[in-house]
């Protein structure tokens, strides 16, 4: 009888988390959420605590939490601690989470981190909104770091950042702008298939929602 696939999401009651998990509900589903489990991606110690209960492998590790903070129109806009907020939760969160992956993940699983376009340098071309680019880029160069060290533990695994693409809910409805919005149901069914189709060659990529490379 074949082993039914188990997958992690942590951050499964955001709003592109929760499509997520629903999304898996044939899949025996791990979630983790600061509202329903007190996770607390910001806290080493909180981390940690979570993340020691669970026991692997799973197949799958989507990371999906993040925040967008309140985007600088210009570097007079920047401060300390709105940057330090978001470093805390897109960046360094994401990066006490990828420590507890190797024991977690199995042999050939795979990893998705959940990243943004506007995290692309290549892809920048307008400014603005600075803390959070940075955070999204940081976090990108943690989850290459992450894919080269599980090619060496765990050949055949993958481990990417992904970009959603942006997704419709309240708060994002302040900032889309002229940007085309995708319902939460229709982002998670389109970035499980880019999952499903990534290869083991492709570890260590940024891709989007349709699977397509985006730039550094």
Request: hydrophobic share 45%; net charge positive; charged share 20%.
């Amino acid at each position: 009888m074949r082993r039914m696939k188990r997958v992690l999401i942590i951050g499964a009651s955001g709003g592109i988390g929760g499509a997520l998990a629903e999304a898996c509900a044939e899949w025996k589903v791990a979630r983790l959420s600061r509202r329903d489990d007190g996770f607390d991606v910001s806290d080493a110690a909180n981390v940690d605590q979570h993340l020691d209960a669970l026991a692997g492998p799973f197949d799958e590790i989507i990371v999906a939490t993040g925040i967008l903070g309140t985007p600088e129109k210009s570097l007079g806009a920047i401060t300390a601690v709105e940057m330090q907020r978001l470093f805390a939760v897109n960046t360094i969160g994401p990066a006490l989470i990828l420590r507890h992956v190797p024991r977690l993940l199995a042999p050939q699983g795979k990893v998705a981190v959940l990243s943004a376009r506007v995290g692309s340098i290549g892809d920048n071309q307008i400014g603005g909104w600075h803390s959070y680019r940075a955070s999204k880029a940081a976090l990108n160069q943690i989850v290459h770091g992450a894919a080269i060290e599980l090619a060496r533990s765990h050949k055949g695994s993958v481990c990417v950042a992904l970009h959603p693409g942006t997704v419709q809910t309240p708060f994002t409805a302040r900032y889309a702008g002229r940007h085309k919005t995708v319902p939460a149901k229709d982002a998670a069914k389109n970035l499980l298939q880019v999952i499903n189709d990534l290869t083991p060659d492709q570890t260590g990529g940024f891709y989007d929602y349709a699977g397509n490379p985006v730039a550094w």
